[in-house]
């Protein structure tokens, strides 16, 4: 069946600029995660969203990042007046609920850079 | 604080010799323990995880780990590496009773090159 899927595939902005980066998630996944991957900081967890509950936002960087999930399913994630380390691959996963047992599927990632 | 070592920035095998990635935890609920894959320009991929039961996890690709409690370690195995096996590889812990919201925190990945 069909993954979780990320668009666009690569970005590139200048500093200062909005950017929305788009995550589909495997069909009936209730929990979907937002990281971002880079080479100083390696994986790191930014928000989740868990069926209709409040969203934990705890790892977002600051405020000018920012995520919606509409309808239980497609999310997408703002970041704001972007700036130099910004720079990253983000990576979208979903999986069946937010439990401990249960694996994450990732999509492919969206590669940023700002310029 | 909930952490996960991978002390192994690159690991180097020859192709048909077992290979090992280490990977250590610190959490202070249970453990659910996870490796994942990822190929250059790919998303991660899951190879297996460890919930509860056996200390022996068997994956895909023919991977396995051993969960050892009294060590904190979550060591990845495989009995004869590929060249295709070469990629970097991510442990995850999840301490769902330590207060973290049960969210996945990583190891910094461990390169593993497999040369023929």
């Known amino acids: 069946g069909a993954g979780v899927s990320q668009s666009p595939s690569n970005k590139v902005t200048e500093k200062g600029k909005d950017v929305e980066l788009r995550c589909d998630p495997i069909?009936?996944?209730?929990?979907l995660y937002w990281y971002r991957q880079s080479l100083g900081q390696g994986l790191e967890f930014l928000i989740y969203?868990?069926?209709?509950?409040?969203?934990?936002k705890s790892g977002l960087p600051s405020d000018r990042f920012s995520a919606e999930r509409t309808g239980g399913s497609v999310s997408t994630l703002t970041i704001q007046r972007t700036q130099q380390e910004d720079s990253a691959v983000y990576l979208c996963?979903?999986?069946?609920?937010?439990?401990?047992?249960?694996?994450?599927?990732f999509g492919p990632g969206t590669r940023l850079t700002v310029t | 604080a909930q952490s996960v070592a991978q002390p192994e920035d690159q690991v180097n095998v020859a192709e048909g010799n077992p290979l090992t990635v280490k990977c250590t935890y610190s959490?202070?609920?249970?453990?659910?323990l996870f490796w994942y894959v990822q190929y250059p320009n790919r998303g991660l991929q899951f190879l297996l995880k460890?919930?509860?039961?056996?200390?022996l996890v068997k994956g895909s690709y023919g991977f396995e780990a051993e969960f050892n409690k009294s060590q904190t370690s979550f060591h990845l195995k495989k009995p004869s590496a590929l060249v295709s096996d070469s990629a970097l590889y991510f442990c995850?812990?999840?301490?769902?009773?330590?207060?973290?919201?049960?969210?996945?925190?990583f190891g910094k990945g461990t390169k593993l090159s497999v040369k023929p």
């Open positions: 996963a979903s999986s069946p609920g937010h439990v401990p047992y249960y694996e994450q599927y």
């Open positions: 069909s009936g996944h209730t929990a």
């Open positions: 969203f868990q069926g209709n509950s409040a969203p934990d």
């Open positions: 959490v202070s609920g249970n453990p659910y």
């Open positions: 460890y919930i509860t039961g056996d200390n």
């Open positions: 995850a812990v999840r301490d769902w009773d330590g207060g973290s919201q049960g969210n996945l925190i």
